[in-house]
């Protein structure tokens, strides 16, 4: 039995020494776990923006300005996120020869820290790869997508905490660069990290190319390259060099681009139904308008970006008739909730709520015309909801009802 | 903080340890709450597809990606073997950043070809998924090979004039 397990033990480490580098040092593993850290910690902070504007609790309130901002947060999500793809592939590598340490497991404690590395490891790679893919508006598992980027967004921040919790002491011992590694010398001693032991080896024995400094400008480059080349979907000085993204700006009808088509939501039909008209009720009270009534009401013109949580956005002109207006109309007071209804009955799109401090801004309109041209019916025809700092899920298209609450 | 202060001695300091301790509660509280979520939210076969992801990623990416890339260095290493340490990184890094955006790129590819805009099952939305992405690929490991080729060519002429000059 021991000569079996001096065995096994043998063969791990020469498995081991075959994937081990004296470029893997905890030095290099405790700056990309910073930089790694460090985008986590944006992307789980900008989500549960865009999470809680989608879904309030009841004491939340957002406001409506500055305009850019749900364009800039979420912008900044699906960036920061693209860049922790290469960040958490070179973060991983750093520590990889963990893996192969002997024994597997030596007491209970390093079992259960074991299994929440494994747990972190694999929602990780997970959450990035269906974030990434999410964004391509394809759906290859057999999960819902935004439960599951929730839920395990909360599952990877919390492992994190613990994972720093326990590796707190080799994180401070190596948070500065060490006074030997200074001097323009090479390392007077590589250390291979094979688990438990630490495995020392002679200056010079191993002729390794590749210096830390260079692998660290490598994951920099890389991540730069990776959101330089697909943020041109968020960013308009960056659309030049798009060419990663699953969206380029001015493209579409009127130079936008759409989300969801009149087709997917099974209302090219009723859209374009001549009878077309939008129902708004206030305390019992109904009145309908049709087109033709909107139209002759006082227009306003705003420029909003439509901004989705898939991270792309656009700037566009916006032309129609305010919801305030509508509220007067109504008689109801300015500072009123509404809800809006779409002709697509089912799903998120269906209908949305519009806050008093979405509904009363003078900017929240019920738009009829984007870009100075009639919507289009993949825009939204007849008309559509467009507020300031709002994803565009919640900017409801083919509008029949606006609900004024209260 | 200066690197004195951060001595072994201070590794027990009550600061770290009262630290440690919140941040491991909060993380398994925090764990709980989110896989509790999880398990509430989602149906059954859902949840085993979930597993099926979580165990498939880690497989994947230790079985083998990393495996793939350690074979791929040691190659390289041997390929390269009579170029310097810089040019050696300058080759390594254009590869590693080339795999990685090919890596990313590859779904997106797939996803172009699954959704094809016209195809039966296919989004009937043009305004995504609309770029050559297969030739820009190709044009970004060209440019790569470029880069590289005369930061390479580059290090090696700089290289050798430092050479002669320091030379007796």
Sequence with gaps: MDRLTQKIQAGVDAAGARFASPLRSKRLTVVLGRWLGLAFTVCFATGLYSHFLQQPLPWMLFLPRPVWLYQLTQGVHVATGTAAIPLLLFKLWSVYAQLLGWPPIRSVLHALERATIAMLVAASLVELTTGLINTFDWYPWPFPFRTVHYWLAWVIVSSLALHIAVKLPIIREHWSRKPAAVGSGPEPQAQLETGAETVTLPAGAPEHAVSRRALLATVGITSAVAVGTTAGQSFRWLSAVNLFAPRQQDTGPAGVPVNRTAAQAGVSGTALAPGWTVTLTYQGRQRSLTLAQLRAMPQSTGRLPVACVDGWSQDAVWRGVKIVDLMTLMGAPANSDALVHSLEQAGAYGRSLLPAAYSQDPLTLLALELNGAPLDLDHGYPARIMAPGRPGVLQTKWVNRIQVLG | ?168
């Excluded at chain 2, 509790?36 to 990623?57: I, S, Y």
């Excluded at chain 2, 009937?124 to 005369?150: K, S």
Aim: charged letters at 15%.
């Design chain 2, 1 to 168: 903080m200066r690197a004195a202060r951060l001595k072994p001695t201070t590794a027990t300091s009550p600061v770290v340890r009262l630290t440690r301790l919140a941040l491991g509660a909060a993380g398994v509280v925090g764990i709980a709450y989110g896989a509790g979520e999880l398990l509430t939210h989602l149906k059954v076969w859902e949840l085993v597809g979930l597993l099926g992801w979580l165990a498939g990623a880690v497989v994947l990416h230790d079985g083998v990606l990393v495996p793939l890339t350690t074979l791929a260095g040691g190659g390289l290493k041997r390929i390269t073997f009579g170029l310097g340490a810089l040019q050696q990184s300058i080759i390594r890094g254009a590869l590693l950043c080339g795999a990685v955006m090919t890596l990313m790129v590859a779904p997106l590819l797939k996803a172009r070809s699954v959704l094809q805009p016209g195809k039966p099952g296919g989004a009937a939305n043009r305004t995504i998924l609309d770029g050559a992405y297969g030739t820009r690929l190709a044009l970004l490991w060209l440019g790569l090979a470029i880069v590289a080729a005369v930061a390479v060519a580059a290090v090696g002429l700089y290289g050798r004039r430092k050479v002669t000059k320091t030379r007796p």
